[in-house]
């Protein structure tokens, strides 16, 4: 368990404890005492403190912040998918968040970001130089809010996550299998990082920051192979009976077409559990085929 300056335990809010937050809030258990902030703080996972607040309303989160923070993980899922949706999930509960901590320094606020701040469209590689210019709002409000906590005043570092997917996280494969997925060559190139290693890299960084290591200010947390869209389908398709593709089913991803590269985090020193598509799916495909 991490120990802070005077052998004071660290104190861990994970800020937007949903499924990811609730993960990568378990994850770190070992480092300190974690709470978790949501809406409803009894659906936190177990052994973390529940926090009922609501970002969205300052008033919620007056006294009921820890005194004396010393990580931040700000995770928050917007509640409707428009630009209103994303600019209140990422800018402004983020400002209210901000403003309840008020001065007290601390050792890092993390930001769960997204690769969707990159607009490039052209199979280029992308990493953590690469500019971040969104064409869509709802891009353009996270990368709003990756602003907010940089320019907060406060130790802080963006963690760009690419498509997430998981036992609980099963939409594409579940299309494929379906025949809802038939991309035709060449497809977009797409990015995606395990539920499990998402968590982990996060709380990695964390750890790393609780022991008083320099971070960068961004990362990009993606696997390790970005590979076309039709090589996953067809792919999958070798490995479990799927149905013939509808009509109109969908023929492409909805993220452009770049390589997004993660030596920054393996440099850090992570590995990842998942580190291509077929040890994640395969796993998963395993689990279907048992039940």
């Avoid at 809010?13 to 480092?31: E, P, Q, R, S, Y």
């Avoid at 050792?107 to 953590?128: G, P």
């Avoid at 200010?217 to 799927?242: H, K, M, N, S």
Wanted: neutral net charge.
């Amino acid at each position: 368990m991490a120990m802070t300056d005077g052998n004071h335990k660290a104190q861990i809010l994970v800020a937007g404890c949903g499924k990811l937050g609730g993960d990568i809030a378990t994850a770190l258990l070992n480092h300190g005492q974690v709470f978790g902030l949501r809406r409803n703080p009894q659906r936190v996972p177990a052994g973390i403190r529940g926090i009922g607040a609501d970002l969205s309303d300052p008033a919620s989160l007056a006294g009921n912040l820890p005194p004396a923070l010393d990580i931040v993980i700000y995770c928050l899922t917007p509640s409707s998918y428009d630009e209103q949706g994303y600019h209140q999930a990422y800018v402004t509960g983020l400002k209210n968040l901000l403003a309840a901590i008020g001065e007290r320094p601390l050792k890092r606020l993390i930001f769960i970001s997204s690769t969707s701040v990159y607009a490039q469209d052209d199979d280029s590689w992308v990493d953590e130089t690469s500019p971040a210019t969104p064409a869509r709002s709802t891009g353009q409000q996270i990368r709003q809010g990756e602003i907010t906590a940089l320019e907060s005043g406060q130790p802080a570092t963006i963690v760009r996550l690419s498509g997430i997917y998981g036992p609980t996280r099963q939409r594409f494969l579940e299309e494929v299998v379906e025949g809802r997925m038939n991309p035709q060559p060449p497809a977009p190139y797409s990015n995606r990082i395990h539920e499990q290693d998402a968590a982990h890299a996060v709380a990695w960084l964390a750890g790393k920051a609780l022991d008083g290591e320099a971070l960068e200010p961004v990362y990009l947390a993606t696997d390790c192979e970005p590979v076309r869209l039709d090589e996953v389908v067809d792919w999958v398709r070798q490995q479990i009976p799927c149905k013939a593709p509808v009509e109109g089913a969908r023929k492409g991803g909805r993220a452009g077409s770049k390589r997004c590269s993660n030596k920054q985090l393996l440099d850090s020193g992570f590995r990842f559990r998942y580190p291509d598509y077929r040890a994640g799916y395969r796993e998963m495909i395993n689990q279907l085929s048992l039940s």
